[in-house]
């Protein structure tokens, strides 16, 4: 289905928007009036300028308070109507949204509402124009969908039909139910639909709309069973996305139209509308790759954790390091990104590496160069929303090219049990704009599941984590972001956990090894004494190793840190079988241990 | 009353709330649970701090879940209590909040419940510890303040009260009369009085709780009401602030402090507990001050506005600059904030300047040096929490020392009419931070009345915007704030409008003075005339001029802007007596007008 985006959910002047929208792939927009009011191009120009881009103006929006008013009212509404439908002609546009009124003016009279529609329809036919009747969650006598139908089937005009919003919709009912009257609407009167999702949320439904709209897949509604009977219904017009956001209004219109763009195409494919390349679901992680502007630090504190440095990258200035299944590039090379020591690339183990590739660039993912000299084993890779270069790889598979090929050994085996075992999972801290969307990323493109988002404390703030993870649990990513755009963004952590068998050993291990480990208050492990009872010498050992200990219903969970270097830790987990979780509860106590160590801001 | 202020209403470590709340003159804190924990201070250590502070530790809070629930349960709850009392020996901490269970396992059985925080008090006792219970409004089984007291009555026990908490209390109810039964409650059985306000807001109560507490006078509840229903029932303790809030959790910890400790000195106030120098509501804007590196782009446009350079100061590099009653100082001085043009001072006309100074000093405002020379008037002066200078000063009234014999005439005579009357009003941005704080500080420190906040699109995010006036309208400050904490906020405008009776002819005379107008686009006027009826010519004439209109039941506003010069820009405004507003629908044109002249971010 062609698709199309309201002006509104974009940052920008209108013609930023119109760009933004026509590079994303979108074939029509929905004209906001504000924008519009506020472009200093004349209609004609903005016509142009969408003409050039290649973009329909599907909808002009919205007109408000016209219907079941006392007669004054609506002659004045019919005046101010004739000066935008010319406005209109002059735009190009054919289709106007009538919003159900508001007005303290309004009767609840659905014949007089009937009768003010078919006159305005009869007044906009006379323009060649269609007048889309939507019921706001907030109307005053009209509400819901069924209720707009039923006047619009009343009023019987070919130049009147309705307007479909999943918001006003969905913010009403989730009950699947409810939306199974669309499909009986005849489609060629659905004269539009316009698509957003939301985080379920119980507050005021105006409030709600106006602020905290999302992208179809970002949110909690079940925008695709809409769709479906939308479909059913024959309804041919375009999907167009409507969505009021706050962080979205701050957000650069650019990458916001892209991800609008992806929302729309997982949405036609989960309701059958196309067949993009399947998801190729990561079965582990074969690497995580540092960059980093200074080889001594990282390298001794992966020794002091018992990583060895096995392999050197042929052509580049890359060490593996390694330890059981758990891989570490550490990469010194020239690059665009060198501001200190960061988590640069993630290496997803995939069955498919091609497939997993064509899917992501499907979804708009950037793909990156596939070889980047003739000598290397051709690696497919994307990058995620927060710049992560994601490679799709095969370790040691027949059949696949295995990326580990590009690295020559340099002598030193692997430590048959060095006590770390796999990486259990890597927290990437989002940009702020963008926590929304690494979740709809990562689901759809890697095809992973998302747990629910927590809210964390920090002493200097709330700070927001969502984890997606595989079914086995063999890829566990923690998706973070701070509390509001800042400056320092690019100084907030992300971590790389390794898991072990023998949390204690292991700990023992690396601080004998000249490691250092974050130390936790003792006021802590005097409040997990009340909480919970231990063998005896358990907590002391906790203690004395500055490890923190959760528990739910399925099993434990204990995992201490490393000091920091960049934006770079690393934890060392133990994780009971059945525990699904990170230790979030134990996050803010983490979080200030790390604060001690850094300057004041 | 004493005050108190619970750590988790402030942001940073331990230590750092500490101090802030006894540099604000805190008599007392409750301690977080969670901010002991993340402290690498042992209790003795937190205990010997406060003491050195002058804090006494009101309450360690908080103990959940403990009554009502299986006899198992209940056992382990109890163990977990004991080592909290062992630990609030430590601390030396004699009053603990119990907040009434959510637990799953809990079950709807007030006897029970009584029996369980009979014990529980029977075992604090036996550490000299007092057992606040407080009902939580989203509480599984007990949730209102008056099923809690039933309990604590029923339960009997002289080591076990009731807290109340005004957030629990008047989110689930603003009817006064559910708040009478608390003067009902013997004083001595109120253990401890929790204040915080919040905004009206429809919302989910847990949600609402956790991130939007504000302190008493920053948002909607009836606070004074409640208090003085707690000081009937004779209570004794402190009063004490818990405010979680997303923002003050980003806010540093002193300034947040000091506008807490105010909120209680207006709250007492109201109440009648204590009369500090009564407000004296300022009744004009003597001057508004910009502080400028280049004196002349300021000068020119000034000029174009028909201002005359009427006199300098004797002592310092500063003109004043005058039209009618509008009267504008330029600064161009050495100073500690010269970056970029600024409006850095207003003079607030004060029928009582010093007792304006004392007001503002007993609610914490910074008192600014009186006089900066010897030869200087006398001028009492505080700094706003956005550091804006405030004077307090006469113009021309006998008996008080007059600000303007500090200026020595320059021969030019203030122009009898140059179409300019006087100053309108003055738009202030706020750091993010402080926004809800502004306004009560301008509604507490000089008795100005506070409209709605309204929320205004900018192409690159929301504003939020908030006006504080005097009855009569000639003092109006417009305080705004950006949609979130930037590095850009010191380039956010500041404006002054000014007040004539002709626009159009003040208009025509600045430009043909050389003054350039904001330049409005062509598709607002076409909105307009969509929109109301104007006489022939007068919509022409707008369009010409960039003339902004607006409309409400009391009469027109009309307004239209110059360019911008460093942060700062004028408004010419004209307003019919009966309109009270600012022309916030016509803002998103203006905002959108003013970034085409800017660089693209």
New interface residues.
Partial sequence: MRTSIATVSL???LTEKLTAAARAGFDGVEVF??D????????EEIRARCADLGLSIDLYQPMRDIEAVPQDEFRRNL??AE??FR?MERLGADTVLVCSSVSPLAVDDDALAAFHLRRLAELADGFGIRVAYEALAWGRHVSTYDHAWRIVEAADHPALGTCLDSFHILARSSDPKDVEGIADIPGEKIFFLQLADAPL????VL?WSRHYRCFPGQGGFDIAGLVRQVIKAGYQGPLSLEVFN?VF??AEAGPTAVDAQRSLLVLQESVGLTAPPAPVVPTGIAFAELVSPDVEPVSELLEALGFARTARHRGKPVDLWQQGEARVLLNTGPGARRDGTQLAAVGLESPDPAGAARRAESLLAPVLPRRRTPEDVPLDAVAAPDGTELFFCATGRPGLPDWTRDFEPVGQPAPADGGIRRIDHLALTQPWHQFDEAALFHRSVLGLGALESVDV?D????LRSRAVTNADGSVRIALGVG?????DDGDRAQHIALATDDLVAAARRFRAAGGRLL?I????Y??L???YEFEEGELETYRELGILYDRDADGAFRHCYTETIGRVFFELVQRDAGYRGYGAQNA??R???Q??RRPVR
């Fill in positions: 940052s920008g002047a009036e504000n519009l009011l506020a472009s200093p191009l004349a209609p005046r101010r000066h935008k406005l949320m119980a507050m005021d409030q706050d209004r701050q404390a002493p200097y703030g709330l509390p509001a755009p800042s400056a130390t208050p003792a006021n802590y005097d409040d004494a009340a909480k803010p106590v979080l200030a241990a604060h001690v």
